[in-house]
């Protein structure tokens, strides 16, 4: 149930048209739950079997799923990134990632962004029953999955992953101040952040928007926090350039009832 509200379309930014003349097109795939249940499939929930066809289908095309330090190195002008990169993304940190698409990542020699919810980790700690068809990860296999090489871990808030009562996602409250907005984000990402580098030995520097709100404050607030990429669920592929800010990469959500080649198309990949 990804929606966008207050969007800011940042002058930071190339539109896919120049794509090719401002810079590198980076189409962004945004993925949630995996499960072993095919009857469970849906808008946010793909089987093994559907994401390993998919892998297959980059991995065919002579796509590279990239890491966050390829696409911060091509931003920061240090190297340009493959001919044909790709961005995998998991949002909501399901234990089904470390379960199911590890795995296939290794199997393909694929790189992701695991973005979890601090909140959603912490209630796992001492869980008596898990399972990869309902737990979050738990800390221990958030280290697990940055240890692995294969995952970048990214900020999806400590307790923001609401969309409305009264906060939507991560925006300021109807009538909440600049000042008290400022002060009740940063305490939220202050909390998440010393949690997600103690697991995986490194702040992170990537964001994904829950439910993709955001607005001209946040990502001020982002900025100032020293993040360098945050993630929307905006439909459309940005470019990547020295130089060019990356607080709003548009993605596409893998849903199970789009056959592939219909979903692939809609980012370019063919």
Request: glycine content about 8%.
């Amino acid at each position: 149930m990804k929606r966008v509200f207050c969007l800011f379309f940042a002058l930071l930014f190339v539109c896919p048209a120049a794509a090719e003349e401002e810079g590198t097109r980076l189409p962004v795939i945004m993925y949630h739950h995996i499960s072993a249940d095919p009857a469970r499939a849906g808008d946010y929930v793909v089987t093994p079997e559907l994401l390993e066809g998919d892998l297959r289908w980059l991995s065919e095309r002579g796509y590279t799923a990239v890491g966050l330090e390829d696409i911060l190195n091509c931003r920061a002008g240090l190297g340009g990134l493959p001919e044909k990169p790709v961005l995998i993304t998991f949002d909501d940190g399901q234990q089904s990632v470390l379960e199911y698409a590890l795995p296939l990542l290794e199997k393909y020699d694929m790189r992701a962004v695991a973005a979890v919810v601090g909140a959603y980790c912490d209630a796992e700690e001492g869980a008596a029953a898990r399972s990869p068809e309902y737990s979050y990860l738990s800390w221990a296999e958030v280290a697990e999955l940055a240890a692995s090489g294969r995952f970048d871990i990214a900020c999806h808030t400590q307790d923001m992953h609401r969309e409305s009562s009264p906060r939507r996602g991560c925006l300021p409250k109807p009538g909440e101040g600049g000042e008290a907005y400022a002060a009740a984000l940063s305490a939220d990402l202050a909390a998440v952040e010393a949690k997600i580098e103690a697991a995986s030995g490194a702040r992170p520097l990537a964001f994904a928007y829950p439910f993709g709100f955001h607005c001209d404050e946040t990502e001020a607030l982002l900025r100032a926090r020293g993040y360098l990429l945050a993630l929307t669920c905006e439909n459309r592929v940005d470019a990547v350039a020295p130089g060019e800010g990356l607080l709003t990469l548009g993605r596409f959500n893998r849903s199970a009832n789009l056959g592939r080649e219909e979903f692939f198309a809609l980012l370019g990949i063919k």
